[in-house]
T-cell receptor, first 116, second 110 residues
Framework: DTEVTQTPKHLVMGMTNKKSLKCEQH?????MYWYKQKAKKPPELMFV???????INESVPSRFSPECPNSSLLNLHLHALQPEDSALYLC???????????????FGNGTRLTVT | GDSVTQMEGPVTLSEEACLTI???????????LFWYVQYPGEGLQLLLK?????DKGSNKGFEATYRKETTSFHLEKGSVQVSDSAVYFC?????????FGAGTILRVKS
């Protein structure tokens, strides 16, 4: 069983809908991540939160809006998505070490998003 | 920038065959190196890691050695099982970014 829990497992939404993806971890990790993975491709980094503050935004379109309400939770708010945004969205978490390097990432099983 | 190159797949093997998946990297500093595995319908799981040159990571019969002189981190297993069928990703970490290779599909036939 994964220690990073993502909900929902599957989501189908229209281009005018607003929905949210949720991620939760209770490992005490202070870095949390959103990745997007298209079929047969590696995950692509979208956002990184470190100590609940957004530290990296990989030039993601504003129709994706991340939120980190506390150290255990990470949300991704979706609005006005396009069909090409259909993908597996993976959440991950890690510790932050003294040297500023992060420990290995722990991934959730992802949310399979389909935009119609 | 930092990058990871993996051998293309799919790699198809018979059960109990030896496995090698090649991985080389380009980095300006001294990254940590990882192998992640993704089973169908699941997220990524850390398989093994190495944080400095000559470190050997191992787990579940898989091994990889951090070779600074050849900038490589090849994944090996002496005898694969059908349950090893999955996608394998080589990755490097520097700071709080994880850079993945393209992934290699492994199919093991009984």
């Amino acid at each position: 069983d994964t220690e990073v829990t993502q909900t929902p497992k599957h989501l189908v939404m229209g281009m005018t809908n607003k929905k949210s993806l949720k991620c939760e971890q209770h490992m005490g990790h202070r870095a949390m991540y959103w990745y997007k993975q298209k079929a047969k491709k590696p995950p692509e980094l979208m956002f990184v939160y470190s100590y609940e503050k957004l530290s990296i935004n990989e030039s993601v379109p504003s129709r994706f809006s991340p939120e980190c309400p506390n150290s255990s939770l990470l949300n991704l708010h979706l609005h006005a998505l396009q069909p090409e945004d259909s993908a597996l969205y993976l959440c991950a978490s890690s510790q932050v070490t003294r040297e500023g390097r992060n420990s290995p990432l722990h991934f959730g099983n992802g949310t399979r998003l389909t935009v119609t | 920038g930092d990058s990871v190159t993996q051998m293309e797949g799919p790699v198809t093997l018979s059960e109990e065959a030896c496995l090698t998946i090649n991985c080389t990297y380009t980095a300006t500093g001294y990254p940590s190196l990882f192998w992640y595995v993704q089973y169908p319908g699941e997220g990524l799981q850390l398989l093994l890691k190495a944080t400095k040159a000559d470190d050997k990571g191992s787990n579940k019969g898989f091994e990889a050695t951090y070779r600074k002189e050849t900038t490589s981190f090849h994944l090996e297993k002496g005898s694969v099982q059908v349950s090893d069928s999955a996608v394998y990703f080589c990755a490097l970490s520097y700071g709080n970014k994880l850079v993945f290779g393209a992934g290699t599909i492994l199919r093991v036939k009984s």
